[in-house]
């Protein structure tokens, strides 16, 4: 008995086309409006959390300026005058007997809205004053336009 192979050819009718089938206007209009929403509810917290993390920033900063102080205040046995201000932290004032530093490991950093920090010694709300005036950049201020110092 010999066997049979047969090969079956799929094929369709000549009249069938397959339609290929894409979204609608309208169901597209529905997914952006969908997205949008979403956008609107979502969009403000993620700014919110971006702009915290400068006022963040600028704590921590400050925070390293005053330990930086410090270490000057134990060579020098004072901390820099106001007319001296953080630059002493990298270069020696010229009154500055037993300055070991630079302080810093690098020049003084800007505060995280690109503006230096202010410093003021003797400080007006602690030993020493070492603040930014946040985003807007004038005193006062609530959110991120809040100052930031030493002294919170």
């Keep these: ?18 339609r290929q089938r894409g979204f609608t206007l309208m169901e597209l209009l529905v997914v952006l409006a969908i997205l949008g929403l979403l956008m609107s509810l979502v969009g403000p917290q993620v700014l919110n959390q971006l702009g915290g993390a400068k006022t963040k920033t600028a ?23 106001t007319d001296e201000g953080l630059e002493a932290l990298v270069r020696k004032p010229g009154s500055a007997s037993g300055w070991n530093g630079p302080y810093l490991k690098s020049d003084v950093p800007q505060d995280p809205w690109k503006r230096d920090y202010h410093y003021k ?32």
């Design 59 to 81: 704590r921590i900063q400050i925070r390293d300026l005053e330990q930086s102080l410090e270490m000057y205040k134990l060579d020098v046995g004072r901390y820099p005058s």
């Design 1 to 18: 008995m010999q066997a049979r192979h047969s090969r079956t050819i799929w094929s369709r009718p000549e009249g069938s086309r397959r």
């Design 121 to 152: 010694y003797p400080g007006e709300r602690a030993e020493v004053d070492i603040y930014t005036y946040g985003q807007d950049g004038a005193p006062g201020g609530e959110g991120e336009d809040a100052d930031v110092g030493n002294w919170q």
